[in-house]
């Protein structure tokens, strides 16, 4: 039997239960256009909202009860999640199929895999970040930048002016090249092989849908391909891993760092499963996020094309054509407004979604344990008295701009805020401060661009646009998107 989830006077909002069938479309279409649907559930009903409240019914918790989905947003919900985490709890990015683990052979790389700093909460979590921490100090985002220009250079010296291109999917392995160089060692160049395409393509199955709906390890269905690609993947890191330890000596990888890493008060040392944990949740978090910054900034600078020139003026002046590097980051303030910005607007991961490990008083409502919070970055960044107009694309509030720790949170925030987001600003206005100083970016005339995604905000269909030359757009009507993304953004025309 279902029982509402009330406050002392009253029942949590969100639409009617409704059938089976329907809770199960409502949940699909979640899953399909996460901020659309959530858009018109806060306007309808305010800023907690039950998607549905019966037991059993899921998107992300592993547990063997749920008994509700619930969305919300707002400083105040970030605020308490971040305050105490050890209520509001995280768990690996195969979410449901964690479940899984262990209950076959081909199951136990589960235990481990996409776990990372998603999979331990505690007092866990505070040592393993501390274990972390080391491969994201300022000396080593040095050396993560070098890598990150020569790739970046590598990867865009037969881009030509007059030709169009899929930025998304561009981006995409522009920021996997990076990712497996940084955290394994290895370039796999533009041809997506390599570590990182397979921890693609057993990423591509888990977050299929067909994946958790049939979990069973059936020649022909997703959840066995899954596990293929999850097993050549663990193979091959382990490989890798033994060959490092044959070195016996520390690279410059993050790899190579955690197999050395050691808390200096407990001595603990990270275990190969742990390291495999970390290493794969670090190179979803990071490459996914960073390429649609990018793609959604470059879509952006395209619609704004004013904004494009006072960006390519502060370039020129201070880079004069050449190669960027971190030293000159602190003299590109524009550069960081339009990031900044940009993920105000359509932040790459939308959500931050938690799993109630006990019950919990959230705007006056008992939430139960068990049940899941998923916290709107996106809507919380919609907030017009922090942000006036906060559907236009405006850079220059950032001069006067002082959101608090929970109000602005594309990376999150508290302790489990990204603990690589130094490494992704880094690398994101580097490789824009690149991209922008050989072309202007055009999207192509009639695109219907389309958000989806609930983990990450995505171009639903790409992002074809045209590499024009950069003072090409003087006097010039610039074309103008069209598709559902226009009711996230203003944009003009």
Same mark, same amino acid.
């Given at each position: 039997m279902t029982h509402p989830i009330r406050s002392a006077d009253k029942e949590i909002p969100g639409p009617q239960s409704g059938t089976w069938l329907v809770r199960r479309r409502r949940i699909a279409a979640f899953a399909e256009d996460s901020v659309?649907?959530?858009?018109?559930?806060?306007?309808?009903?305010?800023?907690?909202?039950?998607?549905? /409240?019966?037991?059993?019914? /899921?998107?992300?918790?592993?547990? #063997?009860?749920?008994?509700?989905?619930?969305?919300?947003?707002?400083?105040?919900?970030?605020?308490?999640?971040?305050?105490?985490?050890?209520?509001?709890?995280?768990?690996p990015l195969t979410g449901q199929l964690f479940a899984k683990r262990g209950t076959s052979g081909r199951t136990e790389p589960l235990n481990h895999f996409l776990t990372g700093l998603f999979g331990v909460n505690g007092e866990a979590h505070r040592q393993h970040r501390r274990l972390l921490m080391p491969a994201f100090h300022k000396q080593r985002l040095e050396a993560y930048a070098q890598e990150t220009v020569r790739?970046?250079?590598?990867?865009?010296?037969?881009?030509?002016?007059?030709?169009?291109?899929?930025?998304?999917?561009?981006?995409?392995?522009?920021?996997?090249?990076?990712?497996?160089?940084?955290?394994?060692?290895?370039?796999?160049?533009?041809?997506?092989?390599?570590?990182?395409?397979?921890?693609?393509?057993?990423?591509?199955?888990?977050?299929?849908?067909?994946?958790?709906?049939?979990?069973?390890?059936?020649?022909?269905?997703?959840?066995?391909?899954?596990?293929?690609?999850?097993?050549?993947?663990?193979?091959?890191? /382990?490989?890798?891993?033994?060959?490092?330890?044959?070195?016996?000596?520390?690279?410059?990888?993050?790899?190579?760092?955690?197999?050395?890493?050691?808390?200096?008060?407990?001595?603990?040392r990270l275990t190969e499963d742990e390291v495999l944990g970390h290493v794969g949740v670090l190179f979803a978090a990071g490459h996914e996020t960073s390429a649609n910054a990018l793609t959604w900034t470059l879509f952006l600078l395209s619609q704004y094309p004013e904004v494009a020139r006072d960006l390519l003026d502060e370039l020129e002046g201070t880079l004069r054509g050449g190669t960027p590097g971190p030293e000159h980051l602190d003299r590109l303030p524009f550069l960081e407004r339009v990031v900044q910005e940009s993920m105000r607007v359509l932040p790459p991961v939308p959500w931050n979604a938690r799993v109630l490990l006990g019950a919990t008083e959230l705007g006056g409502f008992e939430l139960p344990a068990g049940a899941e919070l998923w916290l709107s970055i996106f809507q919380t960044h919609r907030s017009p008295d922090l942000f006036p107009e906060p559907a236009k694309f405006l850079p220059a509030r950032w001069e006067s701009a002082q959101p608090g720790p929970f109000d602005y949170v594309p990376f999150s925030? #508290?302790?489990?805020?990204?603990?690589?987001? #130094?490494?992704?600003?880094?690398?994101?206005?580097?490789?824009?401060?690149?991209?922008?100083?050989?072309?202007?970016?055009?999207?192509?005339?009639?695109?219907?661009?389309?958000?989806?995604?609930?983990?990450?905000?995505?171009?639903?269909?790409?992002?074809?646009?045209?590499?024009c030359h950069r003072d090409s757009s003087a006097n010039k009507t610039v074309p103008t998107a069209k598709g559902n993304i226009r009711e996230l953004v203003e944009l003009p025309g």
């Open positions: 659309g649907l959530s858009t018109r559930l806060f306007t309808e009903f305010g800023p907690i909202v039950a998607l549905t /409240r019966r037991h059993g019914e /899921r998107l992300y918790s592993p547990l #063997g009860e749920c008994p509700g989905i619930f969305l919300s947003y707002g400083s105040e919900a970030f605020k308490q999640a971040a305050n105490r985490h050890d209520t509001y709890g995280k768990f790739i970046s250079e590598s990867f865009l010296r037969d881009w030509q002016t007059g030709t169009q291109r899929d930025v998304a999917a561009d981006m995409q392995l522009l920021t996997m090249r990076i990712a497996t160089k940084t955290l394994f060692g290895e370039d796999v160049g533009n041809s997506g092989a390599g570590t990182g395409g397979l921890l693609r393509e057993a990423m591509r199955f888990s977050s299929h849908w067909l994946t958790a709906a049939l979990p069973w390890d059936m020649p022909g269905l997703p959840y066995h391909r899954f596990l293929n690609a999850v097993s050549v993947y663990e193979r091959e890191m /382990r490989g890798i891993i033994q060959r490092k330890r044959a070195l016996g000596q520390e690279g410059n990888d993050v790899l190579s760092m955690l197999l050395h890493a050691q808390d200096a008060d407990s001595g603990a925030a #508290g302790p489990r805020m990204c603990i690589g987001a #130094g490494f992704a600003m880094l690398e994101t206005r580097l490789i824009l401060a690149m991209l922008l100083q050989r072309f202007r970016f055009e999207i192509v005339e009639g695109a219907a661009i389309d958000r989806a995604g609930i983990v990450v905000l995505a171009p639903r269909r790409g992002m074809p646009m045209r590499l």
